[in-house]
């Protein structure tokens, strides 16, 4: 079992709509979890953080967390083409442990 | 502006010819480290630093050195490049092991 497992996509949202990526985890003392957007050929920039058990609102972005279900979710509401990029989950249980990525396409 | 800087953006070498890709950031960040990235496989650590002078190994160590002389300088050393080390690096840094990391603009090598 990977140690941080996202599903590699491509996930096709059409504008406007809400996109769902999920992400889980197999280290139960992991204590920090981030989310990363990756345009093609840059770098890793953050977009969210969650460190508690719940939702956790920034704009059009919610991060979800259920640690008793090694689950962390992102949440992209009102989806625009400039959001098509891949998305990076990153757990901490005492080093940062990046997933593959989902490759998010918003269509026009 | 807060940044982590590295160099070159991109290189095309030969194999066995030693080459050192720089990283710098001005945050006063204590943890540095360095990362490949390739299709599928995603981001794989390949040496970090928790202070000066203190390096440790991540998941893909062989084939690369770094150093830690200063608090802000983490260079990546291929002492003899082999065509398998061809990938997209990323230097990052963050205040400590818990945080989030911010990287670098990242280095595209090409080894023939």
């Known amino acids: 079992q990977k140690e941080v497992e996202q599903n590699s996509g491509p996930l096709s949202v059409p504008e406007g709509a809400i996109a769902s990526l999920n992400c889980t985890y197999s280290?139960?003392?992991?204590?920090?979890f981030f989310w990363y957007r990756q345009y093609s050929g840059k770098s890793p920039e953050l977009i969210m953080f969650?460190?508690?058990?719940g939702d956790k609102e920034d704009g059009r972005f919610t991060a979800q967390l259920n640690k008793a279900s090694q689950y962390v979710s992102l949440l992209i509401r009102d989806s625009q083409p400039s959001d098509s990029a891949t998305y990076l989950c990153?757990?901490?249980?005492?080093?940062?442990?990046f997933g593959t990525g989902t490759l998010l396409a918003v269509q026009p | 502006e807060a940044q982590v800087t590295q160099n070159p953006r991109y290189l095309i070498t030969v194999t066995g010819k030693k080459l050192t890709v720089t990283c710098s950031q001005n945050?006063?960040?204590?943890?540095m480290s360095w990362y490949r990235q390739d299709p599928g496989l995603g981001l794989r650590q390949i040496y970090y630093s928790m202070n000066v002078e203190v390096t440790d190994k991540g998941d893909v160590p062989e084939g690369y050195k770094v150093s830690r002389k200063e608090k802000r300088n983490f260079p990546l050393i291929l002492e003899s490049p082999s065509p398998n080390q061809t990938s997209l690096y990323f230097c990052?840094?963050?205040?400590?092991?818990?945080?989030?990391?911010?990287f670098g603009p990242g280095t595209r090598l090409t080894v023939t």
């Open positions: 990153a757990v901490n249980p005492h080093k940062l442990i």
């Open positions: 990052a840094s963050s205040l400590s092991t818990k945080d989030w990391q911010y």
């Open positions: 945050m006063n960040h204590e943890y």
């Open positions: 280290d139960r003392g992991s204590q920090s």
């Open positions: 969650i460190y508690s058990n």
